[in-house]
């Protein structure tokens, strides 16, 4: 097995569940979800040469996804599906939902996607203020301007 073949399948099993959450609450469709890991792993494999290590390896590929992401959506295939997003569909985590983390994570795949793109990686996928501004291209202020626009609009909906 040659390194690159190599790092595509650590890669995958290390980072696949993470990507796959995050596009299906990007996309809310987990066929889509699924396309767009698949098609992740796929770009990051071809430009792994490339890949100078100026960000974290999970930064890289989340940023990727996103972008992935970001032309299905554009795409005319995703005007004819129903994007709203059910969470029995989501893979399973590490850790089941509460019923309070069920009600926020509904509240957040509600959100725009500006905002829950934001939501998702910060808080969702852990990545610092700066990793997620790196994914998004946007600044670190923008991302905690967002996250805060964020947390205003799950706290109306969820004492509402």
């Not at 299906?24 to 396309?35: I, Q, S, T």
């Not at 089941?96 to 509600?110: C, G, N, Q, S």
Request: hydrophobic share 45%.
């Amino acid at each position: 097995m040659d390194q690159r073949s190599a790092w595509l399948e650590r890669a995958i099993q290390r980072w696949e569940q993470a990507l796959m959450r995050t596009a299906y609450a990007y996309l809310g469709d987990f066929a889509l979800a699924e396309d767009a890991v698949q098609e992740t792993f796929l770009k990051a494999w071809r430009a792994r040469d490339r890949f100078r290590g100026e960000a974290e390896e999970k930064t890289w590929l989340m940023r990727i996804a996103i972008n992935t992401c970001k032309d299905i959506r554009r795409g005319a295939w995703f005007r004819h599906i129903d994007p709203a997003a059910s969470l029995d569909r989501l893979p399973e985590g590490s850790v089941p939902f509460t019923p309070e983390e069920d009600a926020i994570t509904r509240a957040v795949l509600t959100l725009p996607a500006k905002l829950r793109a934001v939501v998702i990686l910060h808080c969702f996928q852990g990545l610092t203020g700066d990793e997620t501004a790196k994914v998004l291209g946007i600044s670190r202020s923008t991302v905690f301007e967002r996250l805060q626009k964020a947390r205003a609009v799950i706290q109306r909906e969820l004492e509402g």
